[in-house]
């Protein structure tokens, strides 16, 4: 297969791009926990609610901070992609399956979300130190 030096230079800069675009909506989630705290507590399926909702915003923040630098980008992917699955299954599918149709868009986010993490950490990391 034969790839021009064109077609490199835009898929090099559409993954930038991508970056730029998947990192922003986790930062921004990331900083609303901070912002809404309490009003997120009654989600939280754990003892000791505004801490888990602080630290899982400070969580967010890190991770599109290190996918941002491409320091740890792909720990933090990784990371990342297991936070949201957990988010999903944890607090948005029992709404669903309650009948709380509502939580559908939570749940599909951030199943979306998960997977383009996992799919950002194995083909867009920088940080190459878990390849040997």
Do not use: C, E
Not at 57 to 67: D, P, R
């Amino acid at each position: 297969m034969f790839i021009t030096l064109k077609a490199l230079f835009i898929m090099k800069n559409l993954l930038g791009l991508g970056r730029y675009l998947f990192t922003l909506p986790i930062l921004l989630f990331g900083v609303f926990h901070f912002m809404h705290g309490n009003a997120m507590i009654g989600m939280v399926p754990l003892p000791g609610g505004i801490f888990w909702v602080y630290f899982t915003g400070a969580a967010l923040i890190a991770a599109a901070i290190s996918i941002l630098t491409g320091k740890y980008d792909r720990l933090a992917s990784l990371l990342l992609g297991v936070m949201l699955l957990i988010f999903a299954l944890s607090i948005h599918l029992p709404h669903v399956l309650a009948g709380d149709q509502a939580a559908m868009p939570n749940l599909l986010k951030d199943i979306a979300l998960a997977g383009g993490a996992w799919l950002y950490g194995l083909y867009g990391a920088r940080d190459y130190s878990f390849t040997g």
